[in-house]
C-alpha cells in the first residue's frame, strides 16, 4: 500500500515531495470545486459488491455493460450508499462539477491552463483525465496528447502506458473511466457521463465526454444508470519553515500521516512556556492546535465524517477564516506562532491586517506574563507537563487529575491515564 502524505484552505501552496496515497481512500491530488472549495478524490468508482459498498481498486476499474445485480456500479439516482470510513464523502453538484471542468485556474506543465484530456491509460482503458490545480508531469513519462480542455470529437487518442499513469497518479491527475450507462435494461459503452446531486424534475445533471464531444450542461432521466466518483473537502497545509505551524478548520479533519497535532494546555509564568497535550487521529472543528512537520512541506487534511468531542481546556483559539486580532482584547494579550515560539501579535487598528484562515492565536492573561517581557512564549514539549503542573500546583495526595489538571471527585470510574500523586497512571 502506498503511503499518504494527506488533507480547504483559500490558498494552495505545494512543495515538493509530499504527495501519495491515502489509505483512506482518497487520492492525493486537489481540486477546486468552486472558487473557495476544494477537493480530493476517491481512488476508484463507487461499486456495490454483494452486500459492501467500496471503491473500485483501480481508477480504471468498471463493471459496466457487465454488471450484475450482486456487482454493480452503475446506479439509478439515489440508489447508492457510501463506504464506511473516517472520510466525509459526498457527490459533487451541477455548479461543482461545471467549475472543475470549465472554471478553476490550473498550473500545468504539459500545458498552461489545461483541466482535462480525453485518453487511454494502458492502450485498453479509455476515459477522462482530470488535472489537479496543479500538476508537474513526471519526467520520463511519455504522454500523447495536445486537446487539452477540448468539447469536440477525438475519441480518446491521448495515451499513456500503464507505468506512466502510475507515476501521473502519483502527481496528483485523476482518471474517469468511460464506464457507459445503463437505461431501460440495456447498456452503453464510451461514455464517461458521471453522477451529480442536482435534479429538474425527473433528470440529474450527468456531465461528462463521449466520442462525439463532451457535454457539460447535459441530464439524464433518474432511472438511467450512472457511474458515481466520490469527492471529500480538503485543506492544504504547508508547515512554516521552523516545523511548527497552528492549524484550525470549520470542519473535523483526518491527520495525515507525517504531521502531528497538539493542543495548548498550562502557562507557566516562572518559566514563560505553554505546555501540550497530543491529538491523537483527528482535530475537532474549530479547534487550535499546533502543528509539526517537516518544515516547508504540503499536507492535505481531508474532512472526516466523525465527530470527536470537543477538547477540553485548550488555550488555543481557532482562527477558520481570515480575521484581525488585536494585540490585547481586555485583560489578555494574543501571541501567534512564529519561528518555533508564541510571539506577541504586532499592534494595528487596521481591520484589513488580519491572521490568514485555518490559524489559531493564544491569549495569555497580560498579569501573569513576566514583568519587562512577555514578548515570546516557550513551548514546552514535554508530554510529562500535566504531570508537572500538577505538581507544582501541590494538589492533595490520593486524589486523582485529568492530564490537563482537572480533579475529579474521588477515583476515575471508567478507564483512561490519570494523576495521582504527581504521578502518570492507568486505569
Request: aromatic share 14%; proline share 4%.
Amino acid at each position: 500500500m502506498k503511503k499518504l502524505f494527506t488533507l480547504l484552505s483559500f490558498f494552495l501552496c505545494f512543495a515538493s515531495g509530499a504527495w501519495a496515497i491515502n489509505t483512506n481512500g482518497a487520492m492525493n491530488g486537489v481540486f477546486s470545486i468552486s472558487s473557495t472549495k476544494k477537493v480530493v478524490f476517491s481512488k476508484g468508482n463507487l461499486q456495490y459488491v454483494g452486500s459492501t459498498w467500496q471503491f473500485a481498486e483501480n481508477q480504471w476499474d468498471y463493471f459496466g455493460s457487465s454488471q450484475t445485480p450482486s456487482q454493480k456500479d452503475l446506479f439509478e439516482y439515489g440508489d447508492y450508499s457510501f463506504p464506511e470510513d473516517n472520510v466525509a464523502w459526498y457527490i459533487m453538484s451541477q455548479p461543482e462539477w461545471e467549475y472543475l471542468y470549465t472554471q478553476r485556474s490550473v498550473t500545468n506543465t504539459l500545458s498552461a491552463g489545461a483541466r482535462f484530456i480525453r485518453a487511454t491509460i494502458g492502450g485498453a482503458y479509455r476515459g477522462v483525465i482530470i488535472f489537479p490545480d496543479y500538476y508537474v508531469h513526471p519526467d520520463g513519462v511519455d504522454f500523447t496528447g495536445t486537446l487539452f480542455n477540448h468539447t469536440g470529437s477525438d475519441n480518446y487518442t491521448a495515451t499513456v502506458s500503464m507505468d506512466g499513469w502510475g507515476k501521473m497518479e502519483e502527481a496528483g491527475a485523476i482518471f474517469l473511466p468511460a464506464a457507459g450507462y445503463t437505461t431501460s435494461g440495456s447498456s452503453y459503452g464510451n461514455r464517461a457521463y458521471y453522477n451529480s446531486t442536482t435534479t429538474f424534475e425527473n433528470k440529474r445533471f450527468t456531465p461528462g465526454l463521449y466520442d462525439g464531444g463532451a457535454k457539460f450542461d447535459d441530464w439524464s432521466y433518474n432511472d438511467t444508470g450512472i457511474p458515481v466518483r466520490l469527492v471529500a473537502d480538503a485543506i492544504t497545509y504547508t508547515v512554516p519553515s521552523s516545523g511548527i505551524g497552528t492549524f484550525s478548520a470549520n470542519t473535523a479533519v483526518v491527520l495525515p500521516e507525517g504531521l502531528e497535532a497538539y493542543t495548548c494546555k498550562t502557562y507557566d509564568s516562572g518559566k514563560n512556556t505553554i505546555s501540550t497535550q497530543k491529538v491523537e487521529g483527528t482535530i475537532p472543528a474549530n479547534t487550535g492546535v499546533l502543528i509539526k512537520g517537516i518544515g516547508g512541506e504540503t499536507y492535505t487534511l481531508v474532512a472526516s465524517s466523525q465527530t470527536p468531542e470537543a477538547i477540553e481546556g485548550n488555550a488555543l483559539i481557532a482562527v477558520v477564516e481570515a480575521t484581525h486580532v488585536d494585540q490585547t482584547v481586555g485583560e489578555y494579550t494574543n501571541f501567534m506562532m512564529s519561528g518555533g515560539k508564541f510571539v506577541k501579535i504586532a499592534a494595528s487598528s487596521n481591520p484589513n491586517d488580519k491572521m490568514p484562515a485555518n490559524r489559531a492565536y493564544l491569549p495569555i492573561l497580560t498579569s501573569a506574563l513576566p514583568a519587562g517581557s512577555g514578548q515570546s512564549i516557550t513551548v514546552n514539549w514535554d508530554e510529562a507537563t500535566g504531570v508537572k503542573a500538577v505538581r507544582d500546583a501541590q494538589f492533595m495526595i490520593n486524589s486523582y487529575y485529568t492530564l490537563d489538571g482537572r480533579k475529579l471527585n474521588g477515583a476515575p470510574s471508567k478507564g483512561g491515564v490519570y494523576i495521582n500523586n504527581g504521578k502518570k497512571v492507568i486505569k
